[in-house]
């Protein structure tokens, strides 16, 4: 992954080359180059179960549920950058209710989706290597919650 930290370039163009030299402009300006972020690839598992609760003669309602944990791709921030990311154990719930017996109304069905998310960030150090880090230590864990609904026909 490419940094997120942009590289600075200047492009100067001075007609006037009196002026040029008497604003004492250095030749190069250095110390703003991209910070490297370390980010790694993770491999992500998943698992997750569905199942028909109800199948009458006019709706069918499924149930789904899922786990995810997601290692985070950033090292520990010990460094001059904050890019502050936890892993993350998500666990999602949801449920589909299908109308498939609309005729006369509608040729075809009528679905409803409803999802909740919950993800848990566990806790993680971020210990500086300098003294006098502006930031210093600071420790990252937080809860993510999530919830959503779909409407959806389909016609034959």
Excluded: C
């Amino acid at each position: 992954h490419p940094s997120l930290i942009s590289s600075d370039e200047i492009d100067l163009d001075l007609t006037d080359p009196a002026l040029a030299q008497a604003l004492n402009i250095p030749s190069e300006i250095a110390g703003n180059r991209a910070i490297p972020l370390g980010l790694k690839d993770r491999w992500v598992p998943r698992m997750s179960v569905e199942g028909r609760v109800l199948d009458a003669e006019k709706a069918k309602l499924w149930l789904r549920a899922g786990y995810a944990f997601e290692r985070s791709p950033f090292p520990p921030q010990t460094g001059a950058i904050n890019f502050i990311d936890n892993d993350r154990h998500s666990l999602t719930f949801g449920t589909e209710l299908i109308f498939d017996k609309l005729e006369p109304f509608i040729k075809g069905d009528l679905s409803w989706n409803l999802h909740f998310l919950y993800a848990h960030l566990p806790e993680r150090e971020h210990i500086k290597e300098s003294l006098v880090d502006p930031v210093g230590d600071l420790v990252s864990r937080g809860r993510q919650f999530g919830v959503g609904t779909q409407l959806s026909m389909r016609f034959r």
